[in-house]
C-alpha cells in the first residue's frame, strides 16, 4: 500500500509540468541529449569564444525560455516547439561528474516530451525501489527513523526533484540511502540484512556520486557523521568501520571527478570580488530562509510559491521532531549533528562570501537538500537506547495532517501553474486548460496524486506502534512480556495506561 501510495504520487508530480520546468532544465535536458564526450554523442561546432556548441531538437533547448521565471504563463508554448535542430551552448563539458546524464540518454527517443516523462517516472520508481529496500531490510527502530526522520521533511522540494531530470533528485536519492544504509547495517543483528544494507549504502552512494560533485563532498559527511554516531560500538566492531570508509571514498571520487569542486576556490561567480564584513552579516541575517527552502522555497525556476499552507505547518512539524530526537545527547551524537549542521550552516555562507552574492542567489536550497534528511535523521536516533521516540496517535495524526494537506496544496498550485498559469485561480484545475499532454486529466492526476501521498504517509502510524522499551513524549511504554499489556511510566514515576 505504501509503495502504491509513492508511486501515485510520483506520477503525478512527473506528469504534472511540461518538460523544461524544473530549474537549469534546458541545461539538463542538452546535457542528456548530448552526453560527455559531446563530439561522440552529438554534432558540435566551437565558437570564435573556444565555447562548444551541440545540436539539439529545438523542443529540448527553448522548452525553458518559454516558460521560465513567468509564473502566468501555461506550458501551452512547449507544445508548440518542433523538433528541427538548433545549436545550443548551455551543455554539460566536465562540470558534472557525468554518470547521471549518461543513464538519463538512455531514454531518449523521438518524442522528447514522452522521452522526459519517462526519465521522470524511472527516477521516482529507482527512488522508490531504495527507499523500500532499505527500510525493508532495517530494524523496526530503524524504520521509525526513516519514516519521521526522511517523510517529514520530502514536502515539496525533494519529491519534487526526485520525479525530475535534474541531477539533485539523485543527490537527495543517493545521500539519504548512503546513511540509511550505514545506519541500518550499524543497528542490524541478522547478518544477511547488515551486508544488504551496506551494499544499499554503496549503492546510494554511487547515484549521488554519479549526478552532483557537492553531494559526493555530501557523502563524505555523511560517512564521518556515521562514524561519531555509532562510534562506541565500532570501537569493538572495527571491521564495521570500512563500509563508511568505501561510501566516503565514492563520495571523493565524485567530488574530484565533477568540475564543480572547483567553486570551493573560485565561488560561483565568474570575476566576482568576494564580500566583505557587511554581506557576511546581511547574508547570517537572511540564512534561516535559505536553510528552510528545501519547504519554503519557489518550484521550477522560481517561479511557483509554495503555499503558506504547505510549509508553515511541516516547518513546525519537522522542528517539533528534531526537538524531540535532542532530548536525548551524549558526546559522539553531539559531535555527528555538530558536523552535519556546520556544513549545512558554514558552506552556504562561505559560498556566497567567497562569490559576493547575497542569500537567493546562486546557492540554491535544492544544493543542500540531501542534508536535510540526514540532519533530521540523526537528530531523532537516540543512540543511549539505539531507538526513536515514538509520537502519541494524536500525535501522528496532526503530522499526518500537516503532511497530508501540504502536499496536496502544493501540488494543486504546481498543477495550476502550467495548466493555465498562476493569473487564473479556480480550484478546478480541468477549466480553461491551455496544457496538459497526461491521458489522466489534471484534476484526477492532482487527487490521485493526493490520495497517494496521504497513503505513503500512513506510515507515521505504522511505525507508531508500540514495540519493547518505546520511548514516548512524557515517558517509556514498558510491555509486559506475558500479557502483551502496556503501561506508560511518566515522568512523575506513576504509571498509566496506553491503549494498544
Same mark, same amino acid.
Given at each position: 500500500?505504501?509503495?502504491?501510495?509513492?508511486?501515485?504520487?510520483?506520477?503525478?508530480?512527473?506528469?504534472?509540468?511540461?518538460?523544461?520546468? @524544473?530549474?537549469?532544465?534546458?541545461?539538463?535536458?542538452?546535457?542528456?541529449?548530448?552526453?560527455?564526450?559531446?563530439?561522440?554523442?552529438?554534432?558540435?561546432?566551437?565558437?570564435?569564444?573556444?565555447?562548444?556548441?551541440?545540436?539539439?531538437?529545438?523542443? *529540448?533547448?527553448?522548452?525553458?525560455?518559454?516558460?521560465?521565471?513567468?509564473?502566468?504563463?501555461?506550458?501551452?508554448?512547449?507544445?508548440?516547439?518542433?523538433?528541427?535542430?538548433?545549436?545550443?551552448?548551455?551543455?554539460?563539458?566536465?562540470?558534472?561528474?557525468?554518470?547521471?546524464?549518461? *543513464?538519463?540518454?538512455?531514454?531518449?527517443?523521438?518524442?522528447?516530451?514522452?522521452?522526459?516523462?519517462?526519465?521522470?517516472?524511472?527516477?521516482?520508481?529507482l527512488a522508490i525501489a531504495l527507499f523500500a529496500a532499505v527500510t525493508a531490510l532495517s530494524t523496526p527502530q530503524a524504520r521509525r527513523v526513516l519514516v519521521y526522520g526522511y517523510?517529514?521533511?520530502?514536502?515539496?522540494?525533494?519529491?519534487?526533484?526526485?520525479?525530475?531530470?535534474?541531477?539533485?533528485?539523485?543527490?537527495?536519492?543517493?545521500?539519504?540511502?548512503?546513511?540509511?544504509?550505514?545506519?541500518?547495517?550499524?543497528?542490524?543483528?541478522?547478518?544477511?540484512?547488515?551486508?544488504?544494507?551496506?551494499?544499499?549504502?554503496?549503492?546510494?552512494?554511487?547515484?549521488?556520486?554519479?549526478?552532483?560533485?557537492?553531494?559526493?563532498?555530501?557523502?563524505?559527511?555523511?560517512?564521518?557523521?556515521?562514524?561519531?554516531?555509532?562510534?562506541?560500538?565500532?570501537?569493538?566492531?572495527?571491521?564495521?568501520?570500512?563500509?563508511?570508509?568505501?561510501?566516503?571514498?565514492?563520495?571523493?571520487?565524485?567530488?574530484?571527478?565533477?568540475?564543480?569542486?572547483?567553486?570551493?576556490?573560485?565561488?560561483?561567480?565568474?570575476?566576482?570580488?568576494?564580500?566583505?564584513?557587511?554581506?557576511?552579516?546581511?547574508?547570517?541575517?537572511?540564512?534561516?530562509?535559505?536553510?528552510?527552502?528545501?519547504?519554503?522555497?519557489?518550484?521550477?525556476?522560481?517561479?511557483?510559491?509554495?503555499?503558506?499552507?504547505?510549509?508553515?505547518?511541516?516547518?513546525?512539524?519537522?522542528?517539533?521532531?528534531?526537538?524531540?530526537?535532542?532530548?536525548?545527547?551524549?558526546?559522539?551524537?553531539?559531535?555527528?549533528?555538530?558536523?552535519?549542521?556546520?556544513?549545512?550552516?558554514?558552506?552556504?555562507?562561505?559560498?556566497?562570501?567567497?562569490?559576493?552574492?547575497?542569500?537567493?542567489?546562486?546557492?540554491?536550497?535544492?544544493?543542500?537538500?540531501?542534508?536535510?534528511?540526514?540532519?533530521?535523521?540523526?537528530?531523532?536516533?537516540?543512540?543511549?537506547?539505539?531507538?526513536?521516540?515514538?509520537?502519541?496517535?494524536?500525535?501522528?495524526?496532526?503530522?499526518?495532517?500537516?503532511? @497530508?494537506?501540504?502536499?496536496?496544496?502544493?501540488?494543486?498550485?504546481? !498543477?495550476?501553474?502550467?495548466?493555465?498559469?498562476?493569473?487564473?485561480?479556480?480550484?478546478?484545475?480541468?477549466?480553461? !486548460?491551455?496544457?496538459?499532454?497526461?491521458?489522466? @486529466?489534471?484534476?484526477?492526476?492532482?487527487?490521485?496524486?493526493?490520495?497517494?501521498?496521504?497513503?505513503?504517509?500512513?506510515?507515521?502510524?505504522?511505525?507508531?506502534?508500540?514495540?519493547?522499551?518505546?520511548?514516548?513524549?512524557?515517558?517509556?511504554?514498558?510491555?509486559?512480556?506475558? @500479557?502483551?499489556?502496556?503501561?506508560?511510566?511518566?515522568?512523575?514515576?506513576?504509571?498509566?495506561?496506553?491503549?494498544?
Amino acid at each position: 500500500m505504501l509503495i502504491v501510495g509513492a508511486l501515485l504520487a510520483s506520477f503525478a508530480w512527473a506528469t504534472a509540468s511540461p518538460h523544461g520546468s @524544473s530549474p537549469d532544465e534546458d541545461f539538463h535536458l542538452t546535457s542528456i541529449w548530448c552526453p560527455t564526450p559531446l563530439d561522440q554523442s552529438c554534432a558540435t561546432k566551437v565558437r570564435d569564444d573556444g565555447t562548444t556548441l551541440v545540436e539539439v531538437p529545438r523542443a *529540448v533547448s527553448y522548452a525553458s525560455l518559454c516558460i521560465a521565471f513567468d509564473s502566468s504563463a501555461s506550458g501551452e508554448c512547449v507544445a508548440d516547439l518542433d523538433k528541427e535542430p538548433v545549436w545550443g551552448a548551455r551543455v554539460d563539458n566536465g562540470g558534472f561528474p557525468g554518470g547521471f546524464y549518461d *543513464v538519463m540518454h538512455w531514454f531518449v527517443g523521438p518524442d522528447v516530451a514522452a522521452s522526459v516523462m519517462t526519465m521522470r517516472i524511472a527516477n521516482a520508481v529507482l527512488a522508490i525501489a531504495l527507499f523500500a529496500a532499505v527500510t525493508a531490510l532495517s530494524t523496526p527502530q530503524a524504520r521509525r527513523v526513516l519514516v519521521y526522520g526522511y517523510l517529514t521533511i520530502s514536502v515539496p522540494m525533494a519529491i519534487y526533484l526526485i520525479a525530475s531530470v535534474n541531477p539533485s533528485g539523485w543527490a537527495i536519492t543517493g545521500v539519504a540511502v548512503a546513511w540509511a544504509g550505514l545506519h541500518g547495517f550499524l543497528t542490524q543483528p541478522e547478518p544477511r540484512r547488515r551486508y544488504a544494507l551496506a551494499g544499499l549504502a554503496l549503492t546510494g552512494a554511487g547515484l549521488a556520486a554519479m549526478a552532483r560533485a557537492d553531494a559526493g563532498a555530501f557523502l563524505g559527511v555523511v560517512a564521518a557523521a556515521i562514524v561519531a554516531l555509532h562510534f562506541p560500538a565500532l570501537r569493538t566492531r572495527l571491521r564495521d568501520v570500512l563500509a563508511p570508509v568505501l561510501v566516503a571514498v565514492i563520495g571523493v571520487i565524485g567530488f574530484l571527478y565533477g568540475g564543480q569542486s572547483g567553486a570551493l576556490e573560485g565561488g560561483l561567480v565568474v570575476n566576482r570580488t568576494p564580500g566583505g564584513r557587511a554581506l557576511l552579516v546581511d547574508n547570517f541575517l537572511g540564512l534561516p530562509d535559505l536553510l528552510i527552502g528545501s519547504q519554503k522555497d519557489a518550484l521550477n525556476w522560481v517561479d511557483t510559491p509554495v503555499p503558506a499552507l504547505t510549509w508553515v505547518p511541516i516547518v513546525l512539524a519537522a522542528g517539533a521532531l528534531a526537538f524531540l530526537g535532542l532530548r536525548a545527547l551524549n558526546l559522539p551524537k553531539t559531535i555527528a549533528l555538530l558536523g552535519l549542521v556546520g556544513v549545512y550552516v558554514a558552506l552556504p555562507l562561505y559560498m556566497l562570501q567567497i562569490s559576493g552574492a547575497p542569500v537567493g542567489t546562486y546557492v540554491q536550497a535544492r544544493y543542500l537538500t540531501p542534508l536535510v534528511p540526514v540532519i533530521m535523521a540523526t537528530a531523532l536516533w537516540n543512540p543511549l537506547q539505539r531507538r526513536v521516540p515514538r509520537l502519541t496517535f494524536t500525535q501522528s495524526a496532526l503530522v499526518f495532517g500537516a503532511l @497530508s494537506i501540504g502536499h496536496s496544496a502544493v501540488l494543486h498550485t504546481q !498543477i495550476r501553474r502550467f495548466v493555465t498559469g498562476l493569473d487564473v485561480s479556480s480550484p478546478n484545475l480541468n477549466t480553461n !486548460i491551455e496544457w496538459w499532454v497526461s491521458p489522466v @486529466s489534471p484534476m484526477a492526476t492532482w487527487m490521485v496524486g493526493s490520495l497517494g501521498f496521504a497513503l505513503l504517509a500512513l506510515s507515521l502510524f505504522l511505525v507508531g506502534r508500540n514495540l519493547p522499551g518505546d520511548e514516548v513524549a512524557g515517558g517509556v511504554v514498558r510491555v509486559c512480556p506475558v @500479557s502483551g499489556s502496556v503501561a506508560l511510566s511518566g515522568e512523575g514515576g506513576g504509571a498509566h495506561p496506553v491503549l494498544p
